[in-house]
């Protein structure tokens, strides 16, 4: 499963564009010959009882075998304190950025809150740190391999946590928050 978290605030066209590039970041990591696992695109989300119901399915889902998050810009890192927990899956928290360089020159605030996820990414870390959620925390950009084979890592540890060998076919869930 994999599912992309955001809020109403940015508007319907920032909401459609990220929300485009979590496909694309998800079907990236799918694609990946180091990832064992299959990665599975599951929406969006947009309220504190969204995210909830979603950890709960987690759980209960027996092709789940963790959840990766990806939080995009500025994240209400507190609508995530009531699914954190009650989540009892391997977490992975993806620190990554659509786009691999920002354009200093000509940067602004639409583009801030489409294509940069600092300032979501430290707050969802630092709240979660807060809770003592244990967690594995992978840095860099999405289309990196070193960064890629550190998730290929994990992945292969929540497999082998979950089910006792690595699977082919088990989901992998991925949040991406805005």
């Keep these: 499963m994999v599912c992309y978290r955001s809020q109403n605030l940015y508007g319907e066209q920032t909401l459609i564009e990220v929300a485009e590039h979590s496909k694309e970041i998800a079907a990236y990591i799918n694609a990946h010959t180091a990832i064992p696992v299959t990665v599975v695109y599951k929406g969006t989300l947009k309220s504190t009882e969204e995210i909830y119901n979603f950890c709960a399915d987690a759980n209960h889902d027996t092709n789940c075998i963790g959840v990766i998050t990806w939080m995009h810009t500025f ?7 009531n699914g954190l927990k009650i989540l009892h899956k391997p977490l992975l928290h993806f620190h990554t ?7 200093w020159g000509s940067i602004d605030m639409d583009f801030m809150n489409t294509n940069q996820s600092a300032h979501g990414d430290r707050e ?3 709240m979660m740190s807060r809770m003592r959620k244990r967690r594995k925390v992978v840095v860099g950009h999405w289309q ?4 890629i084979e ?4 994990w992945t292969r540890a929540a497999a082998d946590g979950t089910t006792g060998r690595v699977p082919v076919s088990f ?7 805005m």
């Design 75 to 81: 994240s209400p890192a507190k609508m995530w304190i």
């Design 97 to 103: 950025q659509y786009n691999r360089d920002i354009p």
């Design 124 to 126: 969802f870390g630092f």
């Design 144 to 147: 990196d391999d070193n960064a």
């Design 150 to 153: 550190r998730i290929a890592v």
């Design 171 to 177: 989901g992998l869930v991925i949040i991406c928050v």
